[in-house]
């Protein structure tokens, strides 16, 4: 079954073949048969730039016949004789530009691709600008690709909304622009449910934007279903078994769980996302030379890119062997290859005579493409790596994710020792630390707390989240019980917790890794560097979201604990019964049925049908309004993986935010609080 973003990439290629399917066979070199391509001009708007480069790259672009792209706001010069693809946001500036092209003649023919459905009265406005220059009929196609929204993995999703928490809370916000916002939410959900052509039941808390995400969604898919001409789900879609299995969409809020957006992570990804940002799958890191000059420098993690794709989820120690095993295997090959051909490296082997050539040096020759690649895919993350290490190290972070990792033995003196301890020269780190402490204990005392935003300022931090927190906490009466979430960072598997290794030690296992990254090294020695390192491993707990997706798909939860991310301590018992407390105050919807609005009681509990012989849903999709990241994605993931039979989670956010964009979302809000 092929992933949301295997599915969004064949929407994007069909786009650029003219909204006909490709074929395989097509652009492939040293193909005789191969019909000559039709070149093409591709034209977009920022934010569809954004979906295409995060799944495709220029490469991918030339390979089907896109020869040029460029922005539409963009000067641009006449090309006649070529046809122009483009790819725009229903809006009305797009329509504007695109019927000024047409005027002014700039391409043979255009074929104009909405990222989402073009409203009537744009349509028309369209034809009016188009038809007032005469030039209509060189409008080959108007199509609604339904592709408004990214993929930076395989089941991973967002709406590339920057900032919707603080938009969702800010209390100058009016009706009509927060409901231009839960119309733009219920549009990319819908896109992304079309692309998947799956037509969920809905469930979501009560209260917030998440029931009006589900209420809009519910009456957009319903309309669409019973009153559209064309059922855009049901073309394409597989057989009617598969279309049985229907997921469950779990709507949430990002108020359930603030702390999962604050934890110090150790897995490789969630930590790359953390100290340098993942933006549309390109990293930029800062490093620097001997000499004391940094310089920044930019990566661009491909789809391809198998080692990020194994290693993405794994503890960063385990990460750092796995790079060494692989630049080790890397050489061994590299030196075979360059003993056979005679030269000293590489590079040389591109200059030998192909017809002069052995049999076995020409297998050799032609595997250099394929050692190349690799070659830069270990640089790369050798490069990101060494950059984690160097950070890790200037901010203490392996003390500070074991002192998350065993917050409920924290206490105040604890915080403050950390506070102001001078070695941990982040403030905003210690921000994130006494934040996850705050919310895993609500019966601190004002003047305990005082005592440690004190402490905070002193020692350079700016505590206005803090505040706004504390102010949430107050506003927020929930019912809910969600797991402590400082417990459950990092979210990869473990069989043990910590065991007589201290915070202090576990650097010491990093030592020398830092000097040993930078070249091809014994990958014994690295081993023994990090023989202790996997005691320290997160242990296999779920995040609050996890506890309430499995609720919601009919299974029990695992971990243990639930309290409220926001405040206010559950009442007692297990986690899988706090999740279902919870759940049962769900809304719920059902497209299909004829019935609207809130399926309440009985009627809810048969929509999550019998899809497994436990009675259990196999599939779900879930979307937190408000952002998500990677170490949410992850927890989800490794839930799916681990369920018998193995479960199909996707998940999605209105944007992937690391700590330090979420930190500044909090304090903008305590300042429009406070006036």
């Known amino acids: ?26 652009y492939k070199e040293g193909n005789s048969s191969m019909e000559t391509p039709i070149w093409k001009v591709l034209v977009f708007d920022r934010f569809c730039q954004d979906i295409i480069s995060t799944v495709l790259r220029v490469n991918d672009l030339r390979d089907n016949g896109v020869t040029v792209h460029m922005l539409l706001d963009a000067q641009r010069s006449s090309i006649p004789d070529v046809p122009a693809i483009y790819f725009v946001q229903p809006v009305p500036d797009s329509i504007r530009r695109i019927a000024e092209d047409v005027a002014r003649d700039l391409y043979e023919l255009y074929y104009v691709n909405f990222s989402s459905s073009l409203p009537r009265t744009l349509l028309e406005d369209f034809a009016v600008q188009t038809t007032a220059s005469a030039k209509a009929h060189q409008i080959a196609q108007v199509y609604d690709q339904y592709l408004n929204f990214l993929c930076p993995e395989e089941n991973m999703f967002s709406l590339h909304f920057s900032n919707t928490f603080e938009s969702v809370h800010n209390p100058a916000m009016t009706d009509t622009a927060m409901g231009a916002l839960i119309d733009r939410v219920v549009s990319g959900l819908f896109s992304a449910l079309l692309t998947l052509k799956v037509v969920p039941t809905i469930c979501a808390p009560r209260g917030n934007a998440a029931e009006m995400v589900a209420t809009r969604l ?32 779990v709507l949430l809020d990002r108020d359930l769980d603030l702390g999962t957006m604050l934890v110090h992570s150790w897995t490789y990804q969630a930590l790359v996302h953390d100290l340098y940002d993942i933006r549309l799958n390109q990293v930029t890191i800062t490093q620097g030379d001997e000499a004391g000059r940094t310089s920044r420098k930019s990566y661009d993690i491909s789809a391809g890119d198998s080692f990020w794709e194994n290693n993405a989820a794994l503890p960063f120690p385990e990460v750092a062997i796995n790079i060494d095993d692989a630049s080790t295997a890397f050489k061994r090959e590299a030196d075979e290859v360059t003993r056979m051909g005679g030269v000293s490296s590489l590079d040389e082997m591109g200059s030998l005579d ?48 074991q002192m998350e990792e065993q917050m409920g033995r924290q206490t105040k003196a604890s915080m403050l020792e950390a506070i102001n301890d001078p070695e941990k020269k982040n403030p905003q780190d210690k921000l994130r630390l006494f934040a996850l402490f705050m919310l895993a204990n609500d019966d601190l005392h004002k003047a305990d707390i005082e005592e440690c935003e004190a402490a905070l300022r002193a020692a350079g931090g700016d505590t206005a989240a803090l505040e706004y927190i504390r102010k949430l906490r107050s506003l927020n009466n929930m019912n809910a019980t969600i797991a402590s979430p400082g417990s459950a960072a990092g979210g990869a598997s473990s069989s043990g917790g910590p065991s007589g290794t201290g915070p202090g030690d576990l650097l010491g296992k990093f030592s020398s890794i830092s000097s040993r990254l930078a070249g091809f090294t014994d990958s014994t020695s690295i081993g023994s560097i990090f023989s202790n390192v996997r005691n320290l491993l997160p242990s296999n707990k779920q995040l609050p979201v996890t506890c309430l997706v499995e609720s919601a798909m009919g299974g029990r939860s695992q971990s243990s604990g639930f309290r409220s991310a926001v405040g206010g301590a559950g009442g007692g018992g297990s986690s899988s019964a ?23 009681g009985s009627n809810a509990n048969a929509l999550r049908g019998a899809q497994g012989s436990d009675g259990a849903l196999q599939e779900a999709i879930v979307f937190v309004v408000g952002g998500g990241n990677y170490v949410e994605y992850q927890n989800l ?39």
């Open 637 to 675: 993931m490794e839930f799916a993986q681990r369920s018998t039979p193995r479960k199909r989670i996707v998940y999605g956010s209105t944007d992937i935010v690391n700590p330090a964009s979420f930190l500044s979302q909090l304090a903008r809000l305590n300042e429009v609080l406070q006036g």
């Open 218 to 249: 519910d009456a957009k898919l319903r309309e669409h279903i019973m009153n559209s001409r064309h059922n855009l789900f049901a073309e394409g879609a597989e057989d009617v078994v598969a279309q049985s299995r229907r997921p469950v969409l």
């Open 1 to 26: 079954m092929e992933s949301l973003r295997q599915r969004q990439i064949g929407g994007l290629l069909r786009m650029l073949h003219l909204n006909e399917e490709p074929r395989a066979s097509e």
């Open 578 to 600: 706090a999740a279902a407390r919870m759940f049962e105050g769900f809304v719920h919807f059902d497209p299909r049925q004829a019935r609207r609005g809130n399926l309440a």
């Open 354 to 401: 192909m017809s002069a050539s052995t049999r076995q040096l020409q297998r050799a020759i032609t595997s250099l493409p394929e050692l190349t690649a690799r070659k830069t895919s270990i640089d790369m993350h050798m490069n990101i790596a060494t950059a984690l290490l160097d950070m890790i190290k200037e901010r203490q972070l392996d003390v500070l994710f």
